[in-house]
């Protein structure tokens, strides 16, 4: 059974910093792209970030620089380092495990980040 489990979301300060955790069982998680996505209220889902079995990473511009991505294969988690916080950055957090080769993908329950004074 595969399960993708969030943690480390919560209340922060505008310029805060959070850093997400997701621990990923019942896959080869080292062969898997590791994406995290968020979706506001009324807003579509859309990808913040995503690391490539080879540790490659991807940004959309609304977070490069503020963001950072990165993986530990021998924990079989994605972290998700989050600094310079914006109210915009308030969302549902989930995260992905994405194999190409078979087209399957699996997503986490999400973790709730709310970015308020």
């Known amino acids: 059974q595969v399960q993708l489990v969030e943690s480390g979301g919560g209340l922060v300060q505008p310029g805060g910093s959070l850093r997400l955790s997701c621990a990923a069982s019942?896959?080869?998680?080292?062969?898997?792209?590791m994406g995290w996505y968020r979706q506001a209220p009324g807003k579509q889902r859309e990808l913040v970030a995503a690391i490539a079995s080879g540790g490659q990473t991807n940004y959309p511009d609304s977070v490069k620089g503020r963001f950072t991505i990165s993986r530990d294969n021998a924990k079989n988690t994605v972290y998700l380092q989050m600094n310079s916080l914006k109210p915009e950055d308030t969302a549902v957090y989930s995260c992905?495990?994405?194999?190409?080769?078979?087209?399957?993908?699996?997503w986490g329950q999400g973790t709730q980040v709310t970015v308020s004074s």
């Open positions: 992905n495990a994405y194999y190409s080769l078979t087209a399957i993908d699996y």
């Open positions: 019942g896959i080869i998680f080292s062969i898997y792209r």
